[in-house]
């Protein structure tokens, strides 16, 4: 066994390998961008080298730095992790030359699933069913064009050499194929530095179902049992579950077995998941290999009680697999859901920020949480913004699926916005609980599942403005260093008046900067709390972020965050954020009206498709952004005409910059 690796990583990959090998005696060697020097894989380490600028470019996938702090320290092996350098045939080849193990399967097999193409033509003669499609050297758009009619609508583009979701299309109809096809070929250069395309039927209702396979360099292969990964948006899983619930036994083994074949193909080593679409006839076609442990591995721990780093480190120094496939056994259900600074309301666009509170769930044999990030750390543009993974056990699917829920209530984020909500709402999708699952399941369900944006509720405005005056009388009480007594004018909130029952007011500023302005009497040991005319009672103890209170005979306990002026009230996954601006004005600009079109977040412009004096119809796209590796196009409000164009290819924007101005056809026409 090796006493010494790097991972040649960050976040919650890093610090899950870190786990691992510290349980086995492994002394672990940290890298870091300038944007990660205080970040949770450095600080669980033994040791960490810089080892380059924040973008991936400039440090995680410099090749050269990282073989050079793996001699520097004396690391016998890397483990690439998953993304970055794990499915690089170079990276793995070079390791190699220089004397070092690559945790992970020979180059060959790489360079062999690398290619989606290639990956075809080999799990055809392997016998693995294949979707119907295009996957040649032929890439000329108009062939391209030809042989998607052929193959017929829809039809699906995907980047020969891509993954997660990136360099991908759907085709609807050959009118769209032109636009679709430039789009996926920049995103997959962009992303892969290759933009080969390949072509396959879409399939309207498929699952996506994987399969874990591993194997070792003594020629033993097995599958450990498949996970379904079908909810997805924009290609990117968002929960995965195992077993696949609904496969007869026959189809589990026929899957495995043609996956073990796969991998048998290619001379397979180490961990790998065979991924197929399977249709709703029974039948299942290979997708593609990926040659590393996947972000959902997890699920399969959970469900077999293996430790799959541990095999990877076990196979990689030359042992034999733990079990054969006999021997694999598979025990109750599992669901992993991956956490996210994203907005899910915004066609879920990547959020960044500081995590100024992070509460996770209490970890048990239930309850699992993956991450690599600390309360205040910074949720950065340059990478993945994925928080943490979440992951839970029971005896069958229903009891797991309450656990979950049960779960997701108890994890609390303030600071940037998350899909915590979004979560809850598909894993409650009456749906899902039937097991009616499908790749389109989030689009198919969208108007139930994104609920509209509304104003606070006067309940949550209350428990912010009954936490601000708790609190406020804990810091008096605490600075009196004495009992409190909520009579004397020492513990009041506002100036004392003999006989007279303590008034004041708060201003409070919602989500979508509407001001409240609340009005409070304080009787006794009770708060009347004037809310648009309302009068409601309230009483209540404030214990830390605990705030158990009684609103109008209703008692409640929520959890509440306050941080630079910022309270957000955590009523389970219904969170509400508002801003405390009694003892500071907030001047809120209104440009709805002014025909601005904004940056949805930090980016770089890929493209600006019209200039100043064009006349542009309602839906037309006008600018094309990338961030986080991911292409956004930025569409006319309304038919109008363009005044100004503030930004040019290659520009770097902030969020909330303004890219152009269109005056409205009526306001152009003046």
Not at 65 to 89: D, Q, R, T
Not at 316 to 329: F, I, K, N, R, Y
Not at 362 to 368: F, K, L, T, W, Y
Not at 552 to 581: C, P, R, S, W, Y
Request: glycine share 8%; net charge negative.
């Amino acid at each position: 066994m090796f006493k010494k690796i790097l991972i040649a990583n960050r976040g919650e990959i890093a610090c899950r390998v870190i786990e691992t090998a510290h349980k086995l005696g492994i002394r672990c060697v940290a890298v870091y961008s300038d944007a990660d020097a205080n970040s949770m894989h450095v600080a669980m380490a033994d040791e960490a080298f810089h080892i380059g600028p924040a973008p991936s470019k400039d440090s995680y996938l410099r090749a050269d730095k990282i073989l050079e702090v793996a001699k520097k320290s004396g690391a016998e092996a890397v483990h690439p992790g998953y993304g970055f350098m794990s499915e690089n045939p170079e990276f793995a080849k070079a390791c190699a030359d220089n004397n070092i193990v690559f945790i992970g399967p020979p180059v060959p097999a790489i360079e062999a699933m690398g290619s989606k193409s290639a990956a075809k033509d080999i799990m055809s003669k392997a016998n693995v069913p294949l979707v119907p499609g295009y996957h040649g050297d032929n890439q000329d758009p108009a062939f391209l064009k030809q042989e998607a009619n052929n193959i017929g609508y829809p039809m699906l583009l995907k980047a020969a050499f891509g993954g997660g979701g990136k360099g991908m299309r759907v085709v609807w109809q050959e009118s769209e194929f032109d636009d679709a096809l430039a789009s996926a070929k920049r995103e997959a250069i962009n992303g892969f530095g290759n933009d080969t395309m390949l072509m396959e039927k879409y399939l309207t209702k498929p699952r996506h179902v994987e399969i874990q396979v591993f194997c070792d360099n003594h020629g033993n292969g097995i599958y450990l049992a498949e996970r379904d990964c079908s909810i997805q948006r924009r290609h990117q899983k968002v929960i995965e579950e195992a077993p696949a619930p609904g496969l007869s036994q026959e189809i589990r083994t026929a899957m495995g077995e043609a996956a073990v074949r796969a991998a048998q193909a290619i001379n397979y080593q180490g961990a790998g998941t065979v991924e197929f679409l399977y249709d709703e006839d029974g039948s299942f076609y290979f997708m593609e290999m990926n040659t590393r442990l996947q972000v959902e591995h997890p699920v399969t721990e959970m469900i077999t009680g293996q430790d799959l780093v541990k095999w990877q480190l076990l196979v990689a120094s030359g042992e034999t697999l733990p079990l054969t496939q006999d021997e694999v056994t598979i025990e109750g259900h599992a669901f992993e859901v991956r956490v996210y600074a994203e907005d899910p309301e915004n066609d879920f666009l990547p959020a960044t920020g500081k995590l100024n509170y992070l509460r996770q769930p209490e970890q048990s044999q239930h309850v699992r949480v993956d991450t690599g990030v600390r309360e205040n750390d910074e949720v950065s543009a340059f990478y993945d913004p994925m928080i943490a993974k979440l992951i839970v056990w029971d005896e069958n699917r229903d009891r797991a699926l309450q656990r979950m829920l049960r779960a997701l209530d108890d994890y609390r984020i303030s600071g940037v916005k998350t899909n915590l909500h979004f979560l809850s709402s598909l894993l409650e999708h009456p749906s899902f609980k039937d097991v009616e699952l499908d790749t389109n399941f989030i689009e198919k369900h969208k108007d139930t599942l994104h609920a509209p944006a509304k104003q606070a509720d006067t309940q949550a405005l209350v428990m912010a403005v009954l936490y601000l005056l708790l609190n406020q009388a804990k810091c008096n009480r605490d600075s009196a260093n004495d009992s409190f007594d909520p009579y004397s004018p020492w513990h009041g909130f506002t100036g004392w008046r003999m006989n007279e029952n303590q008034q004041y007011k708060i201003q409070l500023t919602d989500e979508h900067n509407v001001e409240h302005f609340i009005a409070v009497e304080q009787v006794g040991t009770q708060f009347v709390i004037t809310v648009d005319g309302t009068d409601i009672t309230a009483t209540g103890t404030l214990d830390d972020d605990h705030l158990k209170a009684t609103i109008g005979g209703h008692n409640m306990n929520v959890l509440i965050a306050e941080k630079d002026n910022q309270i957000t009230v955590f009523n389970k996954q219904n969170i509400v954020t508002f801003t405390n601006t009694l003892s500071s004005e907030i001047v809120v600009e209104d440009n709805a009206g002014q025909g601005g079109l904004t940056a949805p977040m930090n980016g770089t412009i890929v493209s600006v498709l019209v200039k100043q004096g064009d006349e542009v119809k309602a839906g037309q796209n006008l600018v094309i952004m990338e961030a986080m590796k991911m292409e956004y196009t930025i569409t006319a409000p309304s038919d109008g005409k363009v005044e100004e164009v503030y930004f040019t290819d290659g520009d770097l924007v902030a969020d909330g910059a303004e890219l152009l101005s269109i005056a409205a056809t009526e306001q152009a026409n003046k």
